[in-house]
């Protein structure tokens, strides 16, 4: 099973409502994937235990070097989603 972190500030709002269009876009696909929700002060590198994290705020550098990271905030918008769902289905593969 993949595991999928959905980072933003406050790890309620936004992170939410990317659930939602995630987990139906995997269902769809047949992509077997836990989902998670975090806000940003929660990750730390070393704790990290993601395939992929999608993200709507700015992730640390050190995070974002090590760790394969989706721009979370076209999923919110519609502009980019097609691209943003590809890059997704990409990184779990």
């Not at 994937?33 to 705020?57: G, H, K, N, W, Y």
């Not at 989706?70 to 289905?89: C, H, K, R, Y």
């Amino acid at each position: 099973m993949k595991k999928v972190y959905l980072v933003c500030a406050s790890g309620i709002a936004t992170s939410s409502m990317l659930r939602v269009k995630i987990e139906e876009f995997f269902e769809e696909k047949g992509i077997d994937a836990m989902v998670t929700q975090f806000r940003i002060a929660e990750l730390s590198p070393d704790r990290i235990d993601a395939d992929v994290i999608v993200a709507t705020t700015s992730i640390p550098p050190e995070i974002e070097e090590n760790f394969h990271c989706i721009n979370g905030l076209p999923f919110l918008t519609g502009v980019g989603e097609e691209e943003a769902f590809n890059q997704l289905e990409e990184a779990l593969k």
